[in-house]
C-alpha cells in the first residue's frame, strides 16, 4: 500500500524540512502549497500576512491552491500543505506542533525576508495574527477548523525535537487507541496538579517504560498548550529522564465539556496557577521557557490558588 503523507501544522514547526526528509525516505518529491501562496505573495507585493488577510475576502487565492492538491495522482505522495489533509484521499495526515515562543524564535533564526520581525518579542503576535487568519479563513470557506487536532492522525511536537527524530517517529507510527495521537516532548506538558509526595521514589525509580508503553497520559489542550489531567508521575519521570516525546491523548480542548459541567478551558482555569507550575518545576528539575501556562492571551490563568487570593 503507498505510503502517503499529508503535513499540516503550526507556524514554524519545520514543516518543511520535515516534508522533505520523508519525501527522501520514501523516494518521491515533496510537494508543498505554501511555496505556491509565497510567490502569489510575491506577485502581488504583499507579505504572507497581507495575503493571508486578502484571502479572507478573495476566494480565488484559495481556489488556486485547492485545484492544485485536488489534481494529485495517486501513489505515494508527501504533500505540507495547511489543507491537503483535507483534499487529498488516504493518507497519513501529520500535524506538527510547536510551542509560540519556539516558533517565534525559530522564525527569526530563519530570517525569512517576508517575515522580518526583529525580536522574539515583536515576531510572537504577527505569528499568531497570521494563525488566526488562516483558521478564520478556512471555517468561512471550508467549515473546517485546522486547529483541531481531530483531523489528524499523528500529532508530533517538533519544539525540541531534530527533524530526523520527527522522521523516525513518522516510520515506527503503527496507530494509538485514541485518535489523534499525540507525541509531546514531556517539557511542554503542563500539570493540573501537585506531584504527591509519595510518587517522588516512584520518579526516581522509573527507567524504563514511560516511552516504550503506548498508554498515553491523558491532557487537555487548551490555547495551544497541553495540560496533564492523567499521569503526573509519568510525565515527570519522562522529563527527568530527558524524553523528547510522551504518547499523549486530548480528553477536551479549548471550550468543549471536559468535567463536573466544566469546559476544558474552565476546568484549566480554576486548577492552574504560577504556585503550582513553579512547584512542578522544582519537582521535576527543569524550568519553562515561556510562562506558557498563562496562554495565548496571557493572564488567563490566576497567579495563585483561589485560597491565597481570598476568594
Excluded at 489523534?180 to 493540573?192: H, K, Q
Aim: hydrophobic content about 40%.
Amino acid at each position: 500500500m503507498p505510503f502517503r503523507i499529508t503535513i499540516a501544522g503550526d507556524i514554524g514547526s519545520g514543516k518543511s524540512t520535515v516534508a522533505k526528509k520523508l519525501a527522501h525516505w520514501l523516494g518521491v518529491e515533496p510537494l508543498s502549497t505554501g511555496g505556491i501562496q509565497r510567490q502569489i505573495a510575491q506577485q502581488r507585493r504583499l507579505s504572507v500576512l497581507e495575503l493571508n488577510k486578502l484571502a479572507e475576502e478573495d476566494p480565488s487565492i484559495d481556489r488556486e491552491i485547492d485545484g492544485y492538491l485536488m489534481r494529485l495522482p495517486d501513489g505515494e505522495l508527501v504533500v505540507e500543505s495547511r489543507m491537503a489533509w483535507h483534499f487529498v484521499p488516504n493518507t497519513l495526515k501529520l500535524y506538527l506542533y510547536i510551542s509560540d515562543g519556539a516558533a517565534a524564535r525559530r522564525i527569526i533564526g530563519a530570517q525569512r525576508i517576508d517575515e522580518d520581525y526583529g525580536t522574539i518579542a515583536n515576531a510572537a503576535q504577527p505569528i499568531m495574527a497570521r494563525r488566526r487568519s488562516e483558521i478564520l479563513r478556512f471555517k468561512k470557506y471550508y467549515n473546517v477548523d485546522i486547529d483541531d487536532l481531530c483531523n489528524y492522525d499523528l500529532v508530533i511536537d517538533t519544539t525540541f525535537a531534530e527533524a530526523d527524530e520527527v522522521v523516525e517517529q513518522v516510520r515506527r507510527y503503527q496507530g494509538f487507541e485514541s485518535k489523534p495521537a499525540c507525541l509531546i516532548d514531556p517539557r511542554n506538558l503542563v500539570p493540573t496538579r501537585q506531584l504527591a509526595q509519595s510518587a517522588d521514589d516512584s520518579v526516581q525509580g522509573m527507567t524504563t517504560g514511560v516511552g516504550a508503553t503506548r498508554r498515553p497520559l491523558v491532557t487537555l489542550y487548551v490555547d495551544h498548550v497541553f495540560y496533564i489531567v492523567d499521569g503526573h508521575t509519568r510525565a515527570a519521570a519522562a522529563v527527568r529522564q530527558g524524553m523528547r516525546f510522551v504518547a499523549c491523548s486530548v480528553a477536551a480542548a479549548n471550550d468543549e465539556p471536559y468535567i463536573r459541567g466544566l469546559t476544558a478551558r474552565q476546568y484549566i482555569r480554576n486548577a492552574v496557577h504560577d504556585a503550582l507550575v513553579h512547584d512542578w518545576e522544582t519537582a521535576v528539575g527543569f524550568q519553562y521557557q515561556e510562562e506558557m501556562w498563562k496562554g495565548r492571551a496571557g493572564g488567563t490563568r490566576r497567579s495563585e490558588p483561589e485560597s491565597r487570593a481570598g476568594r
